[in-house]
């Protein structure tokens, strides 16, 4: 089934010249559970790709292939040019359940995957220092998991992806866990760091909204077995004081757009 055409205005069929990620011809199957098929998509460098789809149409498991958490059962993951083969330092992934040492202080959260590097303590924690500040961690460093909210819990596991230094962070509905005064917050946070850090971002939601307020591409993608059915690109959108963009006539007008394809497949 192919989906309707989005307005002109919001979308563009032409690939960006410059590509971080590659899924070529990406099949997944759980015994006879066929989870993905044939999927294909590409992902822009240095843009925040969404992928946007019906609750078990396969977006977290396209997520952990690309990380090299997944093997597919058949197809490949290119990043910056190299299939992967695995897990590797190209790419780090923001889960949705913080994932954090619940022993280690903020400090320590955010060095550890440059700790397993080897880096030198010194550095990674001026490097961690950076990045907890960044996140507007500042004076929580010496905090440790259980003494923080949901909201901090979260951006000291972002500032753990930013401090590795990936190309690609992957992110796995990282703020469906906090409430919606600290998701918006969120929003814009992360839109500041993808102007600023110049890093591709994959990023999973359910939320329309959300995909087309963050997002430079927005992929949708079918229910099982998964395909990409229409690639969105917002781009009137970047331009536009973020602080009026919930209420600008062509947001609103791509998600209704998101929401007439996709209403079908709700229950």
Request: charged share 25%; glycine share 6%.
């Given at each position: 089934?192919?989906?309707p055409?989005?307005?002109?205005?919001?979308?563009?069929?032409?690939?960006?010249?410059?590509?971080?990620?590659?899924?070529r011809?990406?099949?997944?199957?759980?015994?006879e559970?066929?989870?993905?098929?044939?999927?294909?998509?590409?992902?822009?460098?240095?843009?925040?790709?969404?992928?946007?789809?019906?609750?078990g149409?396969?977006?977290?498991?396209?997520?952990?292939?690309?990380?090299?958490?997944?093997?597919?059962?058949?197809?490949?993951?290119?990043?910056?040019?190299?299939p992967?083969?695995?897990?590797?330092?190209?790419?780090?992934?923001?889960?949705?359940?913080?994932?954090?040492?619940?022993?280690?202080n903020?400090?320590?959260?955010?060095?550890?995957?440059?700790?397993?590097?080897?880096?030198?303590?010194?550095?990674?924690e001026?490097?961690?220092?950076?990045?907890?500040?960044?996140?507007?961690?500042?004076?929580?460093?010496?905090?440790?998991?259980?003494?923080?909210?949901g909201?901090?819990?979260?951006?000291?596991?972002?500032?753990r992806?930013?401090?590795?230094?990936?190309?690609?962070?992957?992110?796995?509905?990282?703020?469906?866990a906090?409430?919606?005064?600290?998701?918006r917050?969120?929003?814009?946070?992360?839109?500041?760091?993808?102007?600023?850090?110049?890093?591709?971002?994959?990023?999973?939601?359910?939320?329309?909204?959300?995909?087309?307020?963050?997002?430079?591409?927005?992929?949708?993608?079918?229910?099982r077995?998964?395909?990409?059915?229409?690639?969105?690109?917002?781009?009137?959108?970047?331009?536009?004081?973020?602080?009026?963009?919930?209420?600008?006539?062509?947001?609103?007008d791509?998600?209704?757009?998101?929401?007439?394809?996709?209403?079908?497949?709700?229950?």
């Amino acid at each position: 089934m192919v989906m309707p055409q989005t307005d002109a205005a919001f979308r563009t069929d032409a690939v960006p010249a410059e590509v971080a990620v590659s899924a070529r011809n990406i099949s997944k199957t759980y015994g006879e559970v066929e989870a993905l098929k044939n999927l294909s998509l590409e992902f822009p460098r240095g843009q925040l790709t969404s992928l946007l789809g019906p609750s078990g149409c396969g977006k977290t498991t396209l997520l952990k292939i690309i990380a090299g958490l997944l093997e597919p059962t058949s197809g490949e993951i290119v990043v910056n040019g190299k299939p992967v083969k695995g897990p590797g330092p190209d790419r780090a992934f923001v889960f949705q359940d913080f994932a954090l040492l619940p022993w280690a202080n903020v400090l320590r959260n955010v060095a550890f995957g440059l700790e397993l590097r080897g880096v030198a303590k010194s550095e990674r924690e001026d490097i961690a220092e950076k990045y907890i500040k960044e996140v507007g961690l500042a004076g929580f460093e010496k905090s440790f998991p259980h003494e923080l909210s949901g909201g901090m819990r979260q951006r000291v596991g972002l500032a753990r992806a930013l401090s590795v230094d990936a190309d690609v962070l992957l992110m796995d509905e990282p703020f469906s866990a906090v409430d919606e005064q600290t998701r918006r917050k969120f929003q814009e946070d992360l839109l500041n760091l993808v102007k600023h850090e110049n890093k591709t971002f994959i990023f999973v939601t359910h939320s329309i909204e959300e995909a087309v307020y963050v997002s430079d591409q927005i992929a949708i993608l079918l229910p099982r077995p998964s395909r990409v059915s229409e690639i969105i690109r917002p781009t009137g959108l970047r331009d536009k004081d973020v602080d009026m963009l919930r209420r600008d006539p062509e947001y609103l007008d791509i998600v209704d757009q998101i929401w007439a394809s996709l209403r079908s497949y709700v229950e």
